[in-house]
């Protein structure tokens, strides 16, 4: 193999004997690597004084209570229902099938407005039948009032003759015989006036029975048709169209709007602040961003024996525009006030740092703009409200609890007084 000279410009060939690399020759990841501790503990120190700053340098906004001397309602609450005084489930009393509707689920109607229409053909025979049994049993007692003209006719005729023969035998010119046979037809004429006076009692009998008869079958026909029995909303339907529907089975459900009210059950340790005409306020469970305003209209007698609440009754003001039977509603009743308390809204009250319960306590925040935990004692609790009877100053703020600890800065964004 033929020997290349090494190319006599290149810097290693003026010394082949140097044991130090030139420059030029060393690797760049060699520099990197020891550059690597630095830039991890340059980035460390960069990080926690990113941390820092934000936790205790940066502020967070946050709502606050200013602490003073108030007045506290004292409120009494519960769940409740949307319910009605003024409802009625219509039913059949007879047996058939659905041939009309005259109203849907949501649909006002007046009273008298026809809702349900049940067939008729058996009943409307039965009433035809009904009403020729009536006129033949007219008919009857008519023949036998007729009877009777006969019979006074003839009694009288009789009686007439029996006198004449006693008059005659007297002066001895009718024969006893003759007499005998007068006075016998005068006592059959009176006989055959008593037996047509029952005959009439009977016929008569048979036409009132026979109306009573043609009444029940009109009666029953009625049924076939339902009306409103007052104005409301058709809150249920049960029926369908065609369906066959048996005598007593719910088909329709009718409201009085007028007549809502909702009924609270309300814990009977608290019963003994209620009262017909205490003010109270509504949330739908539907709409619990709007409050309704009610009254206490009565309080129940009596105590359920598992739950031990009472029921109550409120008449609410106004109702929202979409409302049902059966929805929940809660219910505070303010049965009275407490005057000079300090208290904070409940959702305030805040758990020792570090402990997810133990010590009753809130945040402060303090002249530096700082939040500070701090324990205080309670007292009465009403209406999210609580009364604070230790550790608290009026004119201290106290702030919402959310993400807060010792020394954060607080930036207040709203003052809650």
Do not use: C, K
Request: net charge neutral; proline share 7%.
């Amino acid at each position: 193999m033929p020997i290349i000279d090494p190319d006599p410009t290149h810097p290693r060939a003026a010394d082949p004997r140097s044991s130090h690399p030139h420059p030029l020759d060393r690797r760049p990841g060699r520099l990197l690597r020891r550059m690597v501790p630095w830039l991890l503990a340059a980035g460390m120190v960069l990080m926690a004084a990113t941390l820092i700053h934000r936790r205790y340098v940066v502020p967070i906004d946050r709502t606050g209570f200013t602490a003073a001397i108030r007045v506290m309602p004292l409120v009494v609450s519960g769940p409740g229902t949307l319910d009605a005084t003024i409802r009625a489930t219509l039913a059949s009393r007879v047996s058939g099938r659905v041939l009309a509707l005259g109203a849907e689920r949501g649909e006002w109607v007046e009273a008298g407005h026809l809702l349900i229409r049940l067939d008729a053909y058996d009943l409307t025979g039965s009433l035809a039948a009904a009403e020729a049994d009536h006129a033949g049993a007219r008919q009857a007692a008519d023949q036998a009032r007729a009877a009777r003209r006969e019979a006074v006719a003839s009694a009288t005729e009789a009686d007439r003759r029996y006198r004449r023969s006693r008059t005659l035998s007297a002066r001895g010119a009718v024969s006893p015989a003759t007499l005998d046979a007068d006075r016998t037809a005068a006592e059959t004429g009176v006989a055959a006036i008593a037996r047509a006076d029952a005959m009439i009692r009977e016929r008569d009998a048979a036409v009132v029975a026979a109306a009573a008869a043609v009444d029940a079958v009109r009666a029953r026909l009625a049924d076939t048709a339902i009306p409103a029995p007052f104005d409301g909303v058709v809150t249920d339907r049960a029926a369908d169209l065609g369906s066959l529907v048996g005598a007593g089975a719910p088909l329709m459900d009718l409201v009085d709007p007028r007549s809502l009210i909702v009924t609270a059950r309300i814990d009977e340790s608290r019963m003994s602040g209620l009262a017909p005409g205490q003010p109270a306020t509504l949330i739908f469970r539907s709409d619990p961003d709007q409050v309704w305003r009610a009254a206490v209209a009565r309080v129940g007698r009596a105590v359920d024996a598992e739950t031990r609440e009472v029921m109550v009754d409120l008449v609410p003001e106004n109702l929202p525009g979409h409302w049902a039977l059966g929805q929940r509603v809660d219910v505070q009743i303010l049965t009275g006030e407490r005057m000079g308390v300090t208290w904070v809204p409940g959702a305030m009250l805040a758990p020792r740092p570090g402990q997810p319960a133990g010590d009753s306590g809130v945040w402060l925040l303090g002249q530096d703009g700082r939040a500070r935990w701090r324990r205080i004692t309670l007292g009465l609790v009403s209406a999210g409200r609580v009364e604070v009877t230790d550790g608290l100053i009026p004119g201290e703020v106290v702030l919402a609890p959310d993400d807060l600890y010792p020394l954060r800065r607080v930036r207040l964004v709203e003052d809650a007084r």
